[in-house]
């Protein structure tokens, strides 16, 4: 399996005789890109955060907030065990955007 995007009007690059490929039309897979979308339907079928294989996604300040309420609370802060986050807007891609927040 390899992820191949169409974005930007990239072309697939020429492959070997013997290579199988299919193509998903990018309508099928915009819903997934969308990283805010992805999270909404993995909450959908409680596949999120500690219920799934994924990193813990919010929405809020707030809500990151309150979930991570009690990470560090039982050591020094100078040691370094406050939460880390990594803040982007969720059309961006390629590491674009990314701001990393502690």
Do not use: W
Request: proline share 4%; net charge negative.
């Amino acid at each position: 399996f390899s992820y191949f995007d169409t974005f930007g009007g990239a072309q697939m690059p020429t492959l070997g005789s013997e290579a199988v490929l299919r193509l998903m039309d990018r309508d099928v897979t915009n819903i997934y890109d969308h990283k805010r979308g992805l999270e909404e339907r993995l909450r959908e079928f409680g596949c999120a955060g500690a219920n799934g294989p994924f990193a813990a996604t919010y929405f809020t300040a707030e809500e990151a907030l309150q979930a991570t309420d009690d990470v560090g609370s039982d050591v020094d802060s100078d040691v370094g065990s406050a939460p880390l986050f990594f803040a982007k807007l969720p059309e961006q891609s390629g590491g674009r955007g990314i701001q990393v927040l502690r």
